[in-house]
């Protein structure tokens, strides 16, 4: 089955500590997306990447990083700069083929501890 | 600003009406758009795309695109309680997503 899994479902973290959600899709899409949603709140996009080893801030990148050495994994690194990481996280993919629409993962809920 | 307008709600309607949804944007060159539904605590799901001018139909579901008035809307027939959700607006400009903040609808058996 293709599709977007995104790992653990819940995450909890600690003071100063610097947590990854992981991200990996085999939809063969060469964009990925990471997105932050709070409670009642529309999508916010962290980052994204549209080919392997490259990647673009998006609209509240302050407090995270990526990586992407590989198409299928685009992984999340929520650090202890963030101060206010409670949130649902999205991952989503796209193919780069021109007007399609992106797939979303089953989502992280992350909370400190 | 490249944005995509939607009335947060929430939109009730009882079992059985019709639900209408809008949504305007400001970017001319859209030529994408999609309506995704959130139920509370999940992800996003893609249920209608439209990439014309007109409606286009599948199942209980209408979309309607006026590209020359900007605005895209979703049509729910038939109302059930199991449609009640965030129902996103996006498009896609340049090989990126813009969302709307979503209209919340509740529908009342």
């Known amino acids: 089955d293709g599709g977007i899994t995104q790992s653990p479902k819940y995450l909890f973290r600690k003071e100063g500590q610097n947590v990854t959600l992981s991200c990996e899709q085999n939809?063969?899409?060469?964009?990925m997306y990471w997105y932050r949603q709070d409670p009642g709140q529309g999508l916010r996009l962290i980052y994204y990447s549209q080919i392997v080893n490259d990647f673009q801030k998006g609209d509240i990148a302050e407090g995270y990083s990526v990586s992407r050495e590989k198409k299928e994994s685009f992984p999340l690194t929520v650090t202890s700069a963030q101060k206010n990481p409670t949130a649902f996280y999205l991952c989503?993919?796209?193919?780069?083929?021109?007007?399609?629409?992106?797939?979303f993962g089953d989502g992280t809920r992350l909370s400190i501890l | 600003q490249k944005e995509v307008e939607q009335n947060s709600g929430p939109l009730s309607v009882p079992e059985g009406a019709i639900a209408s949804l809008n949504c305007t944007y400001s970017d001319r060159g859209s030529q994408s758009f999609f309506w995704y539904r959130q139920y509370s605590g999940k992800s996003p799901e893609l249920i209608m795309s439209i990439y014309s001018n007109g409606d286009k139909e599948d199942g209980r579901f209408t979309a309607q695109l006026n590209k020359a008035s900007q605005y895209v809307s979703l049509l729910i027939r038939d109302s059930q309680p199991s449609d009640s959700a965030t129902y996103l607006c996006?498009?896609?400009?340049?090989?990126?997503?813009?969302f709307g903040g979503g209209t919340r609808l509740m529908v009342k058996p």
């Open positions: 939809l063969n899409h060469d964009a």
């Open positions: 996006a498009h896609n400009a340049g090989n990126m997503l813009t």
């Open positions: 989503a993919s796209m193919a780069m083929l021109g007007n399609q629409p992106q797939h």
